[in-house]
């Protein structure tokens, strides 16, 4: 439960974060979940072992099993440094600003709508994992400069307890959800300040296409949906099927989300599978690494058995290692969709800004 709510403030503040960006370079980093946070240290300076030390640069939200990290440690001789950098947005862009300086020498959790940026800027070099054909491979963008992690689906989660004392017909689809029915029941996070608002808005820009999207989300206006400005005041505040037991039974989040509900072996929620975006993250050697060669090994430990073990428990996503057994309950009740929305990271790069900005305008204007 921990990272499934920190999870959802990867891209906080999109549109200010280039603002901000400059003078948060030379900023400690804040502390995140799972995360010990540092300043960056030169790679390879203090050696543990015969395998250096590895600065892995991640977002926040990044989680891992102390002891599963100690275990490669003593194994590989590979000293790790995690350092958080906040968001996936901010990261992204501190390591274009310092490519010349690396922060480290790899990197996690560069994900499918930064992904352009990131190699567009040149801060990743070549590496393909021997480990990748484990799953990884069917995830993979562009050349072999990123490494599937990990991947996960955004969709509107509902509350079947409200529906059923309602007597109402639940909806299924991007469509159902503008219809009169369903008038101010749903509620959803800015994409100029959430990871899975940015996400919805993407995933409803794939279903109804450049032109189309416009409409749609007039229409969701029109249909009473509310804003808010990020994913813990949505989902635990205003959507009545988790602690909030707010008013309304549909929420953006996770596809992930329902087992956090379960009681008693049942779950009031559940995830609409039609209305889903892919989320896909990725890790990587930084172009200008100190340790290039343990930075590669870092890359193999975040694709092993061991650390794909602990994905779904400690980031509340899926591994992109499909032996890998998920958790009891998320074999239940977190299915993944079938046929979630996709656009391709460079429409996304080239597009995002544009579409956040016009989303506002028509939205909140």
Not at 278 to 283: F, G, K
Request: charged fraction near 15%.
């Amino acid at each position: 439960m921990r990272n499934h709510t920190t999870r959802a403030w990867r891209y906080p503040l999109v549109m200010t974060a280039l603002l901000t960006l400059v003078a948060a370079c030379g900023s400690t980093a804040t502390a995140g979940v799972g995360v010990a946070t540092s300043t960056p240290a030169a790679s390879g300076s203090s050696p543990a072992a015969s395998g250096g030390s590895v600065t892995l640069v991640t977002h926040d939200s990044f989680g891992v099993d102390k002891k599963v990290l100690a275990a490669f440690e003593a194994s590989s001789g590979i000293k790790v440094t995690l350092l958080a950098q906040g968001d996936v947005g901010v990261m992204v862009n501190k390591l274009i600003l310092t490519k010349s300086d690396p922060l480290g020498d790899a990197v996690f959790g560069i994900d499918n709508t930064f992904a352009s940026r990131a190699l567009d800027a040149g801060i990743l070099q070549p590496y393909s994992s021997p480990l990748a054909a484990n799953g990884s491979e069917k995830f993979a963008v562009g050349d072999a400069r990123l490494t599937p992690v990990d991947y996960g689906d955004v969709c509107v989660n509902i509350d079947h307890r409200y529906f059923a004392k309602a007597k109402l017909a639940e909806p299924t689809t991007f469509e159902d959800l503008a219809k009169p029915a369903y008038k101010n029941l749903l509620v959803v996070e800015s994409p100029a300040t959430s990871s899975p608002g940015l996400a919805f808005l993407v995933g409803t820009v794939a279903h109804f296409g450049d032109s189309g999207w416009p409409a749609y989300w007039t229409s969701l206006k029109n249909n009473g949906v509310k804003v808010d400005s990020g994913w813990t005041d949505a989902y635990t505040v205003d959507f009545s099927g988790s602690t909030g037991k707010g008013a309304r039974p549909l929420v953006v989040s996770y596809a992930s989300s329902p087992p956090s509900e379960v009681a008693n072996g049942v779950a009031p929620t559940s995830a609409l599978l039609d209305t889903c975006f892919r989320q896909v993250e990725y890790a990587g050697v930084l172009n200008g690494a100190r340790n290039p060669a343990a930075a590669q090994k870092v890359v193999d430990f975040l694709l092993s058995k061991q650390f794909q073990a602990g994905v779904a428990d400690q980031m509340y996503v899926y591994p992109v290692d499909a032996a890998t057994p998920l958790p009891s309950d998320w074999r239940k009740f977190a299915p993944i969709a079938a046929h979630p929305e996709s656009i391709a990271p460079g429409t996304i790069s080239a597009k995002r800004d544009g579409w956040i900005s016009a989303w506002s305008d028509l939205v909140e204007g």
